[in-house]
């Protein structure tokens, strides 16, 4: 179970069927098979190299895993919706297994699609919540449900603003303008940390996500820890003002069509609509975001949860050169034993998310997990039964 004190608690709530829930399920087959030759990523079997961010290359075939056969059904966290897709693809072409496409629908959903026993493993923002793991507990029949970190899910402050290239903001200057009290860019506040930069008079725009949401419960706990944010946190947009958008691509399109406007975002999204991204400091100078500065502030966070459950507590506040502190953590969801003849198949797609599934996370978006925690992730998806 997770430890109330992770930095990241649930976002929750609508419900409903992921995609393919109402398919047939193969049994997984093939769990002490060889691994499949096609398709294996670059590096070789039992290889093993650094990559950006602290990451590690290790491999499916080097640590372990082979390839099972079958479907999966999941839902949840659009941060990681551009990741996952391009996983269930390459597992499905590698392994010639039939993992159903992701469900999408927000963390909240993936949190109750999961413990209504509607899909097989749930992605979600956060770890799950004290109140939350008793229904999880009792859908994985009697035993926990652990929380396995996957990706790591930078959130860009994305803007429109004409004629600037380069924005510097820090935290208190980002509650100012989300908590409505900095109106203008050419405010005198905005201003001083943008010296020789030629500031419109424009009025600020924010958008926000309209519904509940992972990555609003994330933003806003790195407003509350860095810059005194004063509004209720939580997966719930709170502070008044602003426009709603829906999802991550809707904010991203907001943004986008919008003169003026600013935003948060999951990376990926950011740079599909080529959205300008703001440096952010946070006290040790202005940081650009990179896999490799997403990586940094990921590799200082502490392991919260207990056993094989991987919950993190991620510090927002960080000052360490060349951190860029505002990610999140996507989560997959997934019961440690009961799993049934789905147990291989979700070992070797999990096993391949936490490999080779890592190489090629920052032209997605994301950034890949910190050699420490993804080594603990292997184990704890090889003891999945």
């Not at 629908?105 to 008793?134: C, H, I, P, R, Y």
């Not at 924005?167 to 005198?188: A, C, E």
């Not at 999990?350 to 950034?367: I, K, P, R, V």
Request: charged share 15%; net charge negative.
């Amino acid at each position: 179970m997770a430890s109330p004190s992770a930095a990241t608690s649930s976002a929750a709530s609508d419900t409903g069927s992921a995609s393919g829930s109402g398919s047939s399920s193969a049994s997984a087959s093939g769990a002490g098979s060889s691994a499949a030759t096609s398709g294996a990523a670059s590096g070789g079997s039992g290889s093993s190299s650094a990559t950006s961010g602290g990451g590690s290359a290790t491999t499916f075939e080097g640590a372990g895993f082979t390839c099972a056969t079958g479907e999966l059904r999941s839902s949840g966290s659009t941060a990681q919706g551009k990741v996952i897709a391009q996983w269930i693809t390459d597992y499905n072409a590698k392994c010639g297994a039939s993992v159903n496409d992701y469900g999408g629908g927000g963390s909240g959903k993936g949190v109750s699609d999961f413990s209504a026993n509607q899909t097989d493993f749930g992605g979600s923002d956060s770890a799950l919540k004290d109140t939350e793991t008793a229904a999880a507990k009792q859908r994985c029949g009697g035993n926990d449900a652990i929380d396995l970190p996957m990706v790591t899910g930078p959130i860009a402050v994305a803007y429109n603003l004409s004629g600037v290239d380069t924005l510097v903001l820090t935290p208190k200057v980002l509650v100012g303008i989300f908590g409505g009290q900095i109106k203008t860019w050419n405010d005198p506040q905005i201003a001083a940390l943008n010296k020789g930069v030629t500031l419109p008079s424009d009025a600020i725009q924010t958008v926000h996500r309209s519904e509940d949401s992972g990555t609003t419960d994330n933003f806003t706990k790195y407003l509350t820890a860095a810059g005194g944010w004063t509004f209720e946190g939580g997966k719930a947009w709170t502070a008044p003002g602003g426009t709603g958008a829906q999802g991550s691509d809707g904010v991203a399109k907001a943004v986008q069509s919008t003169a003026g406007a600013i935003g948060y975002v999951e990376w990926g999204f950011a740079q599909s609509d080529k959205l300008p991204i703001a440096q952010i400091d946070n006290g040790a100078g202005a940081v650009e975001l990179t896999a490799e500065s997403a990586g940094k502030a990921v590799q200082a966070a502490k392991i919260v949860g207990t056993g094989k459950d991987l919950a993190l507590k991620l510090d927002y506040a960080t000052k360490e050169a060349g951190a860029y502190p505002i990610v999140l953590v996507t989560y997959e969801i997934v019961c440690s034993a009961g799993n049934g003849d789905k147990a291989a198949l979700l070992q070797s797609f999990l096993g391949y998310a936490a490999t080779d599934g890592q190489q090629s996370l920052a032209d997605l978006g994301a950034a890949p997990l910190p050699a420490s925690i993804q080594t603990k992730v292997v184990d704890a998806v090889k003891a999945l039964s």
